[in-house]
């Protein structure tokens, strides 16, 4: 297989192209906020569940039912 030759000005070119791709430091912020605010409403969401389920669990024993547990 032949090798093929590459000036300095096309590996420059190569380089750039690839530094230009690359997310900037104020993306990675911006992706690194939404990520916390999103694990932020799923923390949100596991109390508001455990809250249902105390409240279902009342129910059940209030009105003296079986609870249907699943895993």
Do not use: H, W, Y
Not at 23 to 28: D, G, L, P, R, S
Not at 33 to 53: H, P, T, W
Request: aromatic letters at 4%.
């Amino acid at each position: 297989m032949a090798e093929k030759k590459i000036t300095i000005e096309q590996l420059a070119k190569m380089v750039k192209n690839g530094f230009d791709k690359t997310a900037t430091k104020e993306q990675f912020e911006n992706l690194d906020k939404e990520v916390k605010e999103v694990k932020s409403l799923v923390i949100d969401l596991g109390g508001r569940a455990k809250i249902l389920e105390n409240r279902v669990d009342f129910i059940e024993n209030t009105l003296n039912i079986s609870a249907i547990k699943k895993n």
